[in-house]
């Protein structure tokens, strides 16, 4: 009878708790409309300067965000398991043939991986631009990274001008190009 | 998108492909939960059970997607310090899912872990594992999870992102949980199960010391790079 007591009591907590949760959830449905000062600037979706880094890259290369500026900088991060990556690849390099010619500056960051996979994922996906690994994870959390495939434009200034969480179509990265060049 | 159909897009990832990536949580939370049940005192064969794991279950899906739609909206001010600190929260993480480990190895011989294994107390403890996990995880971003996305890391839709992401995730745990209780329950009635109680007790413990040590010395990578592209 305790047993029984205690169990409906449990319940009884883990529903209220989840109760509070959607309370949670419901109310800050309801702030939509409330005066945006509530939530200030958050820092990427607004335009902020790109952290600057300098990555080693898999062909043995460097490469140093900051020398770039006077060019549009395109960023995708992947990683060799990451399902959506790789169907998004065969996009990204249709647009680097089409704006690499034009000054963009295209780099894939592979996150969350090792050299073998992301060497072996590169050669599987004919990735053509340069690649380089993330080890030490600085460049994540530079950038608040968290799911990918995440892919940023940066503009000539060295400004983030929009990031985008998920495959990359054709269309998204030509509007997004064509506005910085 | 509504709510409902971004839990259903959370509860339908979960038994499809998209399961490769959250096999990055997946095998450990069930580790923990049939870790917990066949530590408790009478390991109980009927529907008791669910006394012992159904509100561990839903703690942990509080706090996983408490934490996991606050760092998916990243337009939301509150939401940048978890994300620009994300990784050292993850290893204060990968330290509460190594005492995790520890509870389950060594409930049986410290009287004091003794009469902490309650549902209470346990709840407690999957609530933080809860939130570790969401510390931990990198989703694979499907193409819902993608449009919740890009309204949560607009400010003037933030908001809008964070509830939906709450539902998504929210349709992630639910289906978790459903497998967890569902495979406690069957090895509940698994006398062979049972006989060996002790030495899957003590594996669920390995597996769940496996991924601290992986999130406390950055090898969580080759996990995934090796099981997850292995999958795939």
Redesign the interface.
């Not at chain 2, 890391?153 to 809008?160: D, H, I, L, N």
């Given at each position: 009878m305790a047993n029984l007591k205690s169990y409906k009591m449990l319940v009884a907590l883990a529903v209220a708790g989840l109760a509070i949760a959607l309370a949670i959830a419901g109310l800050l449905l309801s702030l939509k409309d409330a005066p945006k000062d509530m939530f200030p600037q958050p820092s990427v979706a607004a335009k902020e300067a790109a952290p600057d880094f300098k990555l080693a890259l898999l062909d043995g290369s460097n490469f140093q965000l900051g020398s770039h500026k006077g060019k549009p900088v395109l960023i995708n991060f992947f990683a060799s398991w990451c399902l959506p990556c790789g169907e998004e690849m065969p996009a990204i390099e249709k647009i680097v043939h089409e704006y690499g010619p034009r000054g963009v500056v295209f780099l894939g960051i592979s996150t969350d991986d090792t050299e073998t996979n992301a060497s072996n994922f590169i050669k599987k996906h004919g990735v053509t631009f340069p690649a380089g690994i993330d080890k030490s994870t600085e460049i994540q959390k530079a950038y608040g990274l968290y799911g990918i495939p995440t892919t940023y434009f940066i503009d000539k200034q060295g400004m983030v001008n929009y990031f985008h969480s998920g495959s990359v179509t054709e269309d998204l990265m030509r509007h997004e190009l064509d506005k910085l060049l | 998108m509504g709510g409902g159909a971004a839990l259903w897009g959370g509860f339908s990832s979960f038994f499809s492909?998209?399961q490769?990536?959250i096999l990055q949580i997946s095998p450990f939370f069930i580790a923990f939960i049939v870790g917990t049940y066949l530590a408790t005192p009478a390991r109980e064969t009927d529907a008791?059970i669910?006394?012992w794991i159904?509100?561990p279950c839903?703690?942990f899906?509080?706090g996983f997607?408490?934490f996991y739609s606050l760092?998916?909206a990243?337009?939301?001010?509150?939401?940048?310090p978890l994300?620009?600190n994300?990784?050292s929260l993850r290893i204060v993480a990968g330290t509460v899912i190594l005492l995790a480990s520890l509870h389950i190895f060594l409930v049986n011989r410290s009287p004091f872990l003794g009469k902490m294994h309650r549902?209470?107390p346990l709840?407690g403890l999957a609530l933080l594992l809860g939130i570790s996990f969401a510390l931990i995880y990198?989703?694979?971003?499907?193409?819902m999870?993608?449009?919740i996305?890009?309204l949560a890391?607009?400010?003037?839709?933030?908001?809008?992102g964070?509830?939906l992401a709450?539902?998504y995730g929210i349709g992630i745990t639910l289906a978790l949980c459903l497998v967890a209780v569902a495979l406690t329950l069957l090895l509940g009635k698994n006398a062979t199960a049972l006989r060996h109680a002790d030495a899957i007790k003590n594996a669920c413990g390995v597996v769940l010391l496996a991924l601290a040590i992986m999130n406390l010395t950055?090898l969580?990578?080759?996990y995934?790079?090796?099981v997850?592209?292995f999958v795939?």
């Open positions: - | 492909i998209w490769v990536c008791r669910l006394r159904v509100p839903i703690a899906g509080v997607n408490l760092l998916i990243s337009g939301l001010s509150f939401s940048r994300i620009t994300l990784g549902p209470l709840s990198s989703p694979c971003i499907t193409p999870l993608s449009d996305m890009g890391s607009q400010r003037a839709t933030a908001q809008e964070l509830v709450g539902f950055g969580m990578r080759h995934k790079a090796f997850l592209g795939l």
